[in-house]
């Protein structure tokens, strides 16, 4: 296998020694530079197409040289695309590496460089938004944010020097990652290798896609209430929450204070939580036990029951449905934030 | 003092208006435009705490595929004006930052949208083969995110503070919850986008796979992702498709398969 690898680069010495077209390490550094400027024209008709151009543009240049041919470049990457910003890198490379095979009269043809930005879009919003924005920054952010709250300058300079420092070398090594792996699936076309990769991403972007929906998608439905019924007081089933109320009460009137009460207490409101309750102060019906813990049944509470997630994943394929009828995705998402605000109006969020 | 102040403030707020739809350097962040609103105002103890402050709220806030979050941007910018230039304490501004958040979100949405004809004029630069057009678009709808952070943050210096409340009270509850409540289910607009771009009758069924395995709250979002690459490399695998060809390629007896390689390494 090592020799394997000797030998390609032996031969990729060799043909550009022969005048081929070939990307080197400044090209890969001005892209890496250029795609942190990815997300600046973000608009909601084709999202990041323009980000993309811009990166690849110093490849380009490299590798077309005929106002056709850059015409063409520049037409190829205002497509459609939206992936994470920092996981786009692996995708320029991998592009960088198709685009020179294709300047070089390889078998990379349009439907190949579409193909493969497609169909790893998905997969790596699916990784990078989790990570970066549902992870590291939420953990650095806190960290930084409890030095701040102290006046503590450090906070604000270490959450800008460590995101950064993450941020550009994770951008750095996945560019030139994904070109080296661009330059060796473009060696073995034949063996479908593409195809492969190309169906692997995008079952992979499908089983993602699944899971997003309904995890990252909010959509409360809870307003909306079908029935509330009283269930007795809290005392009788929960009688250690009733407790820390009356611990509370006594601490305001400054009696010391007991920590199990408290520890019982919380477990209890837990429980509360957890058998779907809640609790209504109803002094002017009950008198003696005025906590009262309820059911209530909402929309939200029925539609759980019936298949948590059902709300996104329904109006997701309404958008697919809408999208195939090609309705333009502002109208649909102007439609939905009219949607949003109707439904505020009435009363159902 | 003060003008040189202004100016920097205005330069804070233009990157923190880029950064808001860039991403990168973070300096949306109310973490860093909040300490550097309060460095260059000659307050940077406050603008430190206040930072922290608005950044514990604004942890959660991201943007996920089209979804939008609360624009921490100028929810940062405006409050740490308010603090270090008008004298307003940290929890009253830490109030302020929410209605200014959304606000900042509805001026966002309108950039974004208008960015659509810049996209139509890129595609026009791009036809005639003329490369420093497409690079001009880009780069000038990015100029217009820093201006939308920037002028807001203009007037609120230029007005009192007691105008700004009344303005942002004047908005009805029902525009901002109905706002921020669409900002929660806009995301499927772009996952039905990647959907329709990667969706065939092959791939579909891994769609409800994931859709049902979503509901299991013990599956972190890591563990998914582990079994769905599992999955996919299983089918590619095993795939009839891809077998029948891959026999005829090794009869060829060149192009060894890196990834046939690989898997059978493990066999």
Not at chain 1, 311 to 320: D, H, N, S
Not at chain 1, 321 to 326: A, G, V
Not at chain 2, 121 to 150: K, P, T, W, Y
């Amino acid at each position: 296998m090592a020799d394997e690898i000797k030998q390609e680069v032996d031969t990729s010495i060799d043909t550009a020694d022969t005048g081929e077209k070939k990307i080197d390490k400044s090209d890969i550094k001005k892209v890496w530079w250029r795609s942190q400027f990815l997300l600046a024209s973000f608009n909601y008709e084709r999202m990041q197409n323009m980000g993309v151009a811009f990166s690849l543009i110093p490849a380009m240049r490299k590798l077309y040289h005929s106002k056709d041919e850059i015409s063409a470049f520049l037409k190829r990457h205002l497509e459609f695309f939206n992936t994470h910003p920092y996981c786009a890198a692996p995708i320029f490379g991998v592009e960088m590496a198709l685009e020179e095979n294709r300047a070089n009269g390889g078998e990379v043809d349009d439907a190949a460089i579409q193909g493969v930005k497609i169909g790893m879009i998905g997969p790596l919003a699916g990784v990078g938004d989790p990570i970066f924005w549902g992870t590291l920054r939420p953990v650095l952010g806190a960290f930084a944010a409890s030095l701040a709250l102290t006046g503590n300058i450090l906070g604000p300079i270490l959450f800008f020097v460590i995101w950064n420092l993450i941020r550009m070398l994770f951008i750095w090594y996945t560019l030139e990652f994904g070109y080296e792996q661009g330059a060796s699936i473009t060696k073995n076309l034949t063996g479908g290798l593409l195809q492969k990769i190309t169906l692997g991403a995008s079952i992979l972007g499908m089983f993602i896609m699944g899971v997003l929906i309904p995890r990252w998608t909010s959509i409360d439905m809870s307003t909306v209430v079908f029935s509330k019924a009283d269930m007795g007081a809290v005392g009788d089933k929960f009688p250690d929450a009733i407790a820390m109320i009356g611990q509370l009460n006594g601490i305001v009137n400054g009696e010391p204070m007991g920590l199990d009460v408290f520890h019982n207490g919380i477990q209890s409101l837990q429980g509360v939580v957890d058998g779907g309750f809640s609790i209504v102060n109803d002094p002017a019906n009950y008198a003696d036990n005025p906590y009262r813990l309820m059911t209530t049944t909402t929309l939200q509470s029925v539609l759980d029951q019936l298949l948590p997630g059902l709300l996104p994943l329904l109006l997701t394929f309404l958008c697919i449905w809408l999208l195939k009828k090609h309705v333009n995705p502002i109208a649909i998402i102007v439609g939905l934030f009219a949607v949003g605000i109707l439904g505020a109006l009435v009363g159902i969020f | 003092m003060a003008f040189v102040s202004v100016i920097l403030v205005l330069v804070v707020a233009f990157l923190a208006g880029m950064e808001s739809v860039l991403d990168q350097w973070q300096f949306h962040q109310p973490i860093l435009n909040c300490t550097m609103i309060g460095i260059v105002t000659g307050h940077p103890l406050e603008g430190v705490i206040l930072g922290g402050t608005l950044q514990l709220i604004a942890l959660g806030w991201m943007n996920i595929g089209a979804a939008m979050a609360p624009d921490a941007a100028l929810a940062g910018v405006a409050s740490a004006i308010f603090v270090c230039m008008k004298g307003m304490d940290v929890q009253e501004a830490v109030a302020v930052a929410i209605p200014m958040a959304v606000a900042g979100l509805a001026l966002t949405i309108f950039v974004r949208t208008i960015t659509v004809g810049i996209a139509h004029a890129a595609d026009a630069a791009a036809s005639r083969g003329n490369v420093g057009g497409v690079e001009f678009c880009h780069i000038g709808a990015l100029m217009i995110q820093g201006l939308r952070v920037a002028i807001p943050a203009g007037v609120i210096m230029a007005i009192p503070a007691e105008a700004v409340q009344a303005g942002l009270e004047a908005i009805p509850s029902w525009i901002t919850t109905g706002l921020s409540t669409a900002g929660g289910f806009i995301v499927v607009v772009g996952y039905a986008m990647v959907i329709n771009m990667m969706a065939s009758g092959k791939v579909w069924p891994f769609f409800f796979l994931g859709f049902a395995l979503a509901s299991l709250s013990e599956l972190g979002l890591v563990a998914l992702g582990i079994i769905g690459v599992v999955i996919a490399l299983v089918y590619v695998q095993l795939s009839p498709e891809f077998n029948s060809g891959g026999s005829a390629g090794g009869g060829g007896g060149a192009g060894v398969d890196p990834v046939d390689a690989i898997l059978n390494d493990y066999e």
